[in-house]
Nanobody, 129 residues
Framework: QKQLVESGGGLVQPGGSLRLSCVASGFSLDDYAIGWFRQAPGKGREGISC????????YNADFVKGRFTISRDNAKNTVYLQMNNLKSEDAAVYYCAAEHMGDVRTLEDMCVRRRARNWGQGTQVTVSS
């Protein structure tokens, strides 16, 4: 069974950093686009950053503003999200999701419309002083 497991969330002070990890099992990420999404309490799920199977192209939401960076290591079947200069509004449950490249129209479509069929359970990020 295809599985994605996120880790690395926790409590961080404003201005701090976290690196989230997403490990895939049951399938190889070699042919899958991957994205990071988040959902704050009472709000909808929003896309953060999505990248192609080879990591050669990336779509970033406007709010990222250079603070977040997606990367992947296909040899380890793992994707990362480096988050720097965290703000209170970044507090949310963070999810990774994967979709086969053949079914991805555009990375923007994947991120903005959340068009992915494989999702992890999420990891909580809390930003508090």
């Amino acid at each position: 069974q295809k599985q994605l497991v996120e880790s690395g969330g926790g409590l961080v002070q404003p201005g701090g950093s976290l690196r989230l990890s997403c490990v895939a099992s049951g399938f190889s990420l070699d042919d899958y686009a991957i994205g990071w999404f988040r959902q704050a309490p009472g709000k909808g799920r929003e896309g953060i950053s999505c990248t192609t199977s080879g990591g050669d192209s990336t779509y970033n939401a406007d709010f990222v503003k250079g603070r977040f960076t997606i990367s992947r290591d296909n040899a380890k079947n793992t994707v990362y999200l480096q988050m720097n200069n965290l703000k209170s509004e970044d507090a949310a449950v963070y999810y990774c999701a994967a979709e086969h490249m053949g079914d991805v129209r555009t990375l923007e479509d994947m991120c903005v419309r959340r068009r992915a069929r494989n999702w992890g359970q999420g990891t909580q990020v809390t930003v508090s002083s």
